[in-house]
């Protein structure tokens, strides 16, 4: 059985009104329910009555059942999670089989565009979690190529319909990142759609990468009531870091012949919240991580990802062991509870 509604969790709306899609992975909701739950408890604004699912079947014919009728799993399982979560009547479900000459479509600001896609399959886990990385920014940057981390994407050409339909000022949020058990399982991304709707933020931080989709650089500015975000502060951080972003201090100063190309500008808005959600929150305690650096170098249960590791860990996340990195980051040994969460938006360049 391929969707299952007990697989699936309602929890406390978080509501956005720049928000118009997600990427949800297609796997049974047995392996995907958790990180569908996670993505789902986003919800937009607007008003949508249509709900556009983008996919790439893997089989000939419709190969999932579900109330005696027959249908593709990769749209099944986004379709009806959705359906569970939203619960919501009078809304249209829009199959596009990338598979059988889709119609070239206009954006509907009245629609929902769900991409449904899963990762890499099969592969070790070390491996695995690497290429996905590298897959995930690629994919945030429109970057299409035939390259050996683009090849896991399934499938890389619906990501591209959906930027085919969505205005340029739309951007893909990294959000969610589970994993199948065993030492070989399949990888699981999600993403929101979200529109560069700018609010003055707490901090920024700025990551420029390479061609290969190396962080090469990553530094931020805080504001408060005597310091303001400005265009200008923006524009001098982000030159900043592509001057330096060349000398290769994420890499160990090792790749500098690889071109930087793209970066993101990460928005962080300070809240008074404790209870941390992996990959939407940053948090600060002496010193920072982006939420992104959770979802890259994160189990589910909060155990940061070692050279070790063979397998997925689930479970409710540990603060614990990214207080101790922190410390060391810092070079502050605070034993505290004391730690400040912010939101996250981001909007993605090229260079």
Known sequence: MFFNSHHLYKHESIY?????????????????GNIISHTLRFKPTKHFNKVYIIYLPSHDKPNASYKNNKYYHEYLVPWKSFDFIFSHKNVEYIPINILENPPNINYDKNSIYIVSADFSHFLTFDKAIKLENKAAKSMIFRNFDNNHYNKIVDHKLSFKYLYDVIPNNFFLQWIGRTRSPGHKGVGYLSFLVRENKFKDPSGIF??????????????GEWFDKHKKWSSNIEHNLINKVIRLGKQGRLTGGHKLNIPL??????????????NFIRGWHGILK???????????????NGDWINEDDKEWKKGKFSLTETFNKLNDKSGINDKSKNYTLFESKVFHYKI
């Open 16 to 32: 956005l009104n720049d928000l118009h899609g997600y990427v949800l992975p297609h796997a049974g909701t047995e392996f995907s």
């Open 206 to 219: 700025v990551t420029v990468y390479d061609k290969d989709m190396n962080a090469k650089e990553c530094l």
């Open 261 to 274: 190309t793209n970066y993101t500008v990460t928005y962080l808005y300070k809240k008074k919240t404790k």
């Open 286 to 300: 002496n010193s920072f991580y982006l939420p992104d650096v959770f979802l890259e170098n994160t189990h589910s």
